[in-house]
Structures are given as structure tokens and as C-alpha cells.
């Protein structure tokens, strides 16, 4: 018998927008000096990200390195590690100069996130929203981040459970409602952005809301029709209706 539980342990995880750390020579999938060269993306929503980002983070250079939209994470390892601390200390000096920059705001927080620092990450996001309200990117990877967090304390509660049979679960439904009120927003902003409904597929799922889950999933496909992981999750949410 197949259960939630075993089905969430084989979906494909969430996408979030990083600083590139070992991207391959070769790879399509970043934010260079030209344009944001996404092999998931539609012709609109490359134009899309091109005037919200390129115009700001590439051209004023306030990234430490390219960015990329991935699914797929590693531990850095000690040197990028340094090099991320290094680039949270540069940040918050412009920030002190300059609190009302979004983009070095935006910047930090993607730092925070690699160094695993979710709580100033998100708070960076916070305040980024706050300075400007329609910079989807900074939604979409705020809702990665608060996901994450969820997903921790599940572990850490599964971990606690096993001692304490009797405990119930610190992660609600409304908790994962605020994920989703993030990806609302993105669509809202961005409504050709693929990854904004396979994530908001994802986080349905987990709501239990697998039809509303499919239509998310369809329509990425449906916006990118080579979207393996989205074929791949739908396929899984089927055998629950």
C-alpha cells in the first residue's frame, strides 16, 4: 500500500534561485551579463525576468556570482563557504551605507541561504518586500526557505516522536499555507514563471489538495511541455485521487 509519506519521500523537490557554486561550463540554466538563459522558461517570461533582474543584480554586479534556478542541493564545501561569509560581511556593509537597497537586501539573503542561516535569510526577504512589494523573486524564494524550515521541524518532531510516542506534530496546515500565499503572490506577479507552479503543485500535494495540485502541474507543463519533474510529480499525486 503506498502512503503520503512514502510518496513525499520520491517527489521531486522544490526550485529556488541561488547563487551558482560549481555550475558546468556548458550549462544553459543562469543568469549572465546578457540575459537570464533559462531552458525551462517561455519567450515571455524570459523578458519578464530580464527587465525585473537583469537590468538590477547582473548590471550592478550586487551577486557574488551567477544565479541559477535548480531543485538539485549540495553541501558547500569549506572554501565556498568562506567565500559566502565573506560576501554576507560585504553585503551588510552596503546595507548599513544603504538600508533601503532591495538589491543587496536580495543579494544577502541568498548568502544566508547557502550558509544555511534560514531565520536572516528570510528576514532579508522580509525587509526586501517591505522596500518593494513587487519583486517576485524575492516571494518565490522566501516561500523555498519557509518550506524548508517546515520540512525540518517535521524531521526534528519525526525524531522526538520515536521518544515521545504520545507528542503531536508542531507543523500545521496553516503553516504550509504561508508557502503557498508566496506562490500566490509570484503567479500574481509573474504568471509565466514554471517553476512558481510546480513548486505551488509541490506544496498542495502536501495539503492534500491533489487536484488542485494537477492543475498547477499541468499548467507548468503546459508552459514548459519537457518539464520532467512536473510529469514525474503528477504522475505520483494521480494515485491519490
Known amino acids: 500500500m503506498t502512503t503520503n509519506s512514502t510518496v513525499k ?22 543568469l549572465n551579463d546578457q540575459s537570464f538563459v533559462g531552458y525551462r522558461f517561455t519567450e515571455s517570461f524570459k523578458q519578464n525576468l530580464m527587465n525585473v533582474v537583469k537590468e538590477t543584480l547582473n ?16 553541501p558547500l564545501t569549506e572554501e565556498q563557504a568562506t ?12 546595507i548599513v551605507a544603504d538600508p ?7 543579494a544577502r539573503s541568498l548568502d544566508f541561504y547557502l550558509v544555511q542561516d534560514f531565520a ?24 523555498l526557505i ?29 503553516d504550509y499555507e504561508m508557502v503557498k500565499r508566496d506562490l500566490d503572490k509570484v503567479i ?18 502536501i495539503l492534500k489538495d491533489y487536484r488542485a495540485a494537477i492543475v498547477d502541474y499541468d499548467r507548468a507543463i503546459q508552459l514548459d511541455p519537457k518539464f520532467a519533474d512536473a510529469y514525474f510529480n503528477r504522475g505520483l499525486t494521480h494515485i491519490f485521487l
Open 83 to 94: 567565500k559566502h561569509f565573506a560576501s554576507i560581511d560585504e553585503q551588510t556593509a552596503a
Open 9 to 30: 519521500s520520491q517527489v521531486k523537490e522544490l526550485f529556488v534561485v541561488r547563487i551558482a557554486n560549481n555550475l558546468p561550463e556548458d550549462s544553459h540554466n543562469y
Open 188 to 205: 500574481e506577479l509573474a504568471p509565466d514563471f514554471v517553476y512558481a507552479y510546480y513548486n505551488r503543485g509541490n506544496v498542495l500535494s
Open 146 to 174: 519557509r518550506y524548508k524550515q517546515l520540512e525540518y521541524q517535521k524531521m526534528e518532531k519525526e525524531y522526538d516522536l520515536k521518544a515521545n510516542p504520545g507528542e503531536k506534530s508542531a507543523v500545521k496546515a496553516a
Open 120 to 143: 536572516s535569510a528570510i528576514e532579508d526577504l522580509n525587509q526586501a518586500i517591505i522596500i518593494e512589494g513587487n519583486f517576485f523573486p524575492v516571494y518565490f524564494n522566501r516561500a
Open 59 to 74: 548590471n550592478q554586479k550586487v551577486l557574488p556570482g551567477r544565479l541559477i534556478i535548480t531543485n538539485e542541493e549540495a
Open 100 to 106: 533601503n537597497d532591495v538589491n543587496k537586501r536580495f
